[in-house]
């Protein structure tokens, strides 16, 4: 079949809106006709060539929502009419990955997925009998996309796609690195670095969690108000307290007798490595945990004094929230129904596929949360 796409031809280059080839599911694959996607800042890592995994031509984007038109041989959790979510961390429930029940990172198509192909080692998308590689097992930056059943999550068919979308990755990540990932409890104090389409989401987290003290960082001044519609109690942008910004924090987070000061959970969503180092060394001596979310480039390192790590300090990253995604998604999706967690009013931007290097540019000007587009 023909599908419209917007294809990423090289590093560095704006996307070409463009008809592709796209081939029919294989044995335990799903086509599914994507209704809505949203622009993560891991798109733009990976089209400005940063990503070492980056492949081109690719068809961009993980943050997807759509309908089940068609189903390979061999599928029985997902038929046609089925609304769902496509997972760039899919869930099979049976690598040791899954079984070991210490994490989410699921091993079943890991490699092929970094390849940009299916499982079974061959693209569905071409162009002129040309090759088009899929992006993180998903490709919502075209219309209709084929996924493996294992990484689409069945969701609420009552929910909007155009909000939805944002589950398959910013609200299920910020708020999962919170609840999955730190397993922050009420009461607790923590530092959120960077206030864009995750860190919002890390705050609404700690806000479910009922943690007291929510500082945000961030370098630009707009995304107060938005942190604290949020639930964000304080507020510090780094150029105004300048070398002495982790001081600073562990001053304002100093509470009980001891008067130690740093936050009891950190976590970054800059993928700036100095912020990471940053959001480590803020962390209360004896106990604080840093989560890494933000993603950073080929060649780039973390550091500190070992002495961080040896005084108590914990350093974690996390991956899509710690979520499993076919059993975690739809209960993420019902908690937006329910309102227990917002979605609406982050989503800025709503563009046509025609418009969605705008959704670049928003980004790169600090004007949008998250830049959603609808086929
Ligand atoms: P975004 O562009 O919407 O937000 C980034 C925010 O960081 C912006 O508000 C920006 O002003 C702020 N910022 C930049 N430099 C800063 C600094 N030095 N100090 C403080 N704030 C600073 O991006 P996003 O979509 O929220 O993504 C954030 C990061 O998370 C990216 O690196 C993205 O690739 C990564 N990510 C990781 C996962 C995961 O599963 N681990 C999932 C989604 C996104
Ligand atoms: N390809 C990059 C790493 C990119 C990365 O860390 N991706 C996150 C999701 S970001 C979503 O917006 C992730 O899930 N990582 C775990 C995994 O298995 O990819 C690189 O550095 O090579
Ligand atoms: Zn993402």
Redesign the pocket.
Known sequence: MKTKAAVAIAAGRPLEISEVDLDGPRDGEVLVEIKATGI?H?DEFTLSGA???GLFPAILG?EGAGVVVDVGRGVTSVSKGDHVIPL??PECRQCPSCLSRKTN?CTAI?ATQGQGVMPDGTSRFSHDGDKIFHYMGCSTFSNFTVLPEIAVAKVDPAAPFDKICYVG?GVTTGVGAVLNTAKVEAGATAIVFGLGGIGLNVIQGLRLAGADMIVGVDINDDKKAWGERFGMTHFVNPREAGKDLVPHLVNMTKRGADQIGGADYTFDCTGNVAVMRQALEACHRGWGQSIIIG?AGAGQEISTRPFQLVTGRVWKGT??GGARGRTDVPKIVDWYMAGKIQIDPMITHTLKLKEINKGFELMHEGKSIRSVVVY
Do not use: I, K, N
């Open positions: 993560c891991t990503d070492p995994e993980h760039y961390t990172l890991r990755c993603v991956a899509f």
